[in-house]
């Protein structure tokens, strides 16, 4: 309670977390931090749109947060729907549609590597989110860098 009477009347995180919305990967809890020390912005598959863009703006521009970080994560359920579409040619429902058109470029570029193909595109869409920030000049005042969470041992790996 203390540390949220503190924060009451202004925030200073350290990172912008750009995430996906699994239940299991609360950024606060893979990064071991508390109230106050991460912006995190979650969407399914960590796909950017506008609004994510924007919100990252807000952290590195108005709050001046120097790290930005695109955290993946193995067993992503938005990369299995784009995989599943994908290998069906099933119709995608409704909204849906935008989390399929933005990770199926990472899926049709790593299908013939070998390995798993739902591993590799999740790193592959998560390094393009990655450089996708960093080649917008509204954050050149940050480091922007890419992670993998795994969900199996818990930790974080910084991706090339």
């Known amino acids: 309670m203390h540390r949220r009477h503190l924060l009451a009347g ?3 995180p350290f990172a912008v977390i750009v995430g ?3 239940s299991r990967v609360p950024p606060e809890l893979v990064f071991d931090q508390g109230l106050g020390d991460l912006l995190c912005i979650r969407t399914a598959g960590q796909v950017l749109d ?3 863009l924007a919100s990252v703006q807000y952290g590195v521009e108005e709050l001046r947060i120097p790290l930005v970080v695109v955290l993946g ?3 992503c359920g938005a990369v299995a729907a784009t995989l599943e579409h994908l290998r069906t040619g099933a119709p995608v429902p409704a909204h849906l549609n935008l989390l399929v ?3 199926t470029p990472s ?3 790593t299908r013939a590597l070998p390995g798993d193909w739902a591993e590799h595109t999740m790193t592959a869409h998560t390094r393009w989110v990655r450089d996708a920030i960093r080649a917008d000049p509204a954050f050149r005042r940050a480091h922007v860098a890419a992670a ?3 969900l199996d041992t818990g930790l ?5």
């Open 10 to 12: 202004a925030q200073h």
């Open 20 to 22: 996906c919305i699994d």
């Open 50 to 52: 506008e609004a994510v």
């Open 73 to 75: 994560h193995e067993r």
């Open 101 to 103: 058109d933005e990770i």
């Open 107 to 109: 899926a049709r570029r």
């Open 148 to 150: 993998r969470f795994d």
């Open 156 to 160: 974080v790996s910084v991706l090339p």
